[in-house]
């Protein structure tokens, strides 16, 4: 099984944890239809980061002094996090009918949608099972940040192809499609290791704006990065009619400019690296950026009233690493001309 680089791996315990994460979710897996079992593993080992389980694991070690392995209810809670993320993907695959994910051919492009859509939803089900295990609390998050997804996901496809998609309409997206589940990350770590209530409220706003801006960072990288480090062509986001918060700035200070002649429902690959050259050379890719770095402050605000431990050294690592990440990358982009 291998994995991208967690930026939590700092946690000298992480990468021991997250190797228990990772043998529950093949365990997860685990179907009588052996065929089933295969599909559903498929993106489990094909790579990804685990960011939501070291999330999940670093806010339970807030209430810990001292490093040490986690119990086995925060790897368990690691694990049904990691696998609404994944249910989420193989979703989302079929809907753009991505052909890769992690480098690897996709569920849909092996196997086709129908069987995507099936093995999305054993993952989302065996979640569940394993939410239920860790108590009522824990199952109704899960429930409720499964639907936080799908309603993230459904604002995003009102707005498709849509120049007029305002500020509002982006952040009231990305809050349910990505900011929900790294929140629930963080609230599943503290609710299963016993943390006290206002403790569990502040890693929760923690995982909240540290998803936020995660999000607004992967809405960056697309601009500024090119197919061999993302696996998907510069400016791809543009290309299916998704106009991030770089796109929306630049739109509204260039009303009507090359890059609203340039969005359309039939863009090529040169179009996209032509608009997303725009949105480079303009300011709004520093304003995306800086929005993305007042949310990581925010997100270290929210710890700053916790004692020092070493799971709140790792997560303040962790939005650090965040924001120097993305400025180096908009600093030096590889993105097509
Ligand atoms: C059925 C739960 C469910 C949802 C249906 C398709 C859909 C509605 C929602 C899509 C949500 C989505 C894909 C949001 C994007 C979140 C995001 C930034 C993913 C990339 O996360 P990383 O970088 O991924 O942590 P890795 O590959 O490292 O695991």
Redo the contacts with the bound molecule.
């Keep these: 099984m291998t994995r ?1 680089r967690n930026p939590l791996d700092i946690l000298p315990s992480m990468a021991g944890d997250l190797g228990r994460v990772d043998t529950e979710l093949a365990a997860s897996v685990d179907s009588r239809i052996p065929f089933l079992t295969e599909i559903a593993s498929h993106l489990i080992t094909a ?6 389980p070291g999330f999940c694991i670093a806010a339970a070690a807030t209430g810990l002094a001292t490093d040490q392995p986690a119990k086995l209810d925060v790897i368990r809670g690691g694990a049904a996090v990691e696998l ?2 994944l ?3 193989y ?2 695959d079929v ?1 753009d009918a991505a052909p890769s ?2 480098f690897v051919a996709s569920v849909n492009e092996l196997w086709g949608n129908h069987r995507a859509i099936l093995a ?1 939803d054993f993952l ?1 089900a065996r979640s569940s099972e394993i939410a239920a295990s860790l108590g009522v609390e824990v199952a109704a998050l899960l429930g409720a940040t ?1 639907s936080r ?2 309603e ?2 459904t604002l995003e496809m009102q707005h498709l192809h849509d120049l007029e998609r305002s500020e509002a309409a982006y952040w009231a997206s990305i809050d349910g ?2 900011a929900a589940l790294l929140a629930t990350s963080c609230r599943v770590g503290g609710i299963v290791a016993g943390l006290p209530r206002e403790h569990i409220e502040l890693v929760t706003a923690f995982g909240r704006a540290y998803g936020t801006a ?2 607004v960072v ?1 809405d960056v990288l697309d601009l500024v990065s090119n197919d061999s480090d993302m696996g998907k062509p510069t400016g791809h986001d543009m290309s299916e009619g998704v106009y991030t918060l770089p796109v929306l700035r630049h739109l509204a200070a260039d009303p009507g400019g090359e890059l609203s002649s340039l969005l359309n429902a039939s863009m090529t690959d040169s179009d996209c690296a032509r608009a997303a050259a725009l949105v480079r050379g303009s300011g709004a890719l520093d304003d995306a950026i800086g929005e993305a770095r007042r949310l990581a402050g925010e997100a270290a605000v929210a710890l700053g009233d916790l004692p020092p431990s070493p799971g709140v050294t790792a997560l303040l690592a962790a939005s650090e690493h965040l924001v120097r990440s993305v400025e180096a990358a908009a600093a030096h982009p590889t993105a097509a001309r």
Excluded: E
């Design positions: 991208g790579g990804g980061k685990r960011i939501r609404v993320h249910g989420s993907l979703h989302d809907m994910r992690h999305g989302l499964i997804l799908v993230g996901q499609k990505t995660f999000q992967d």
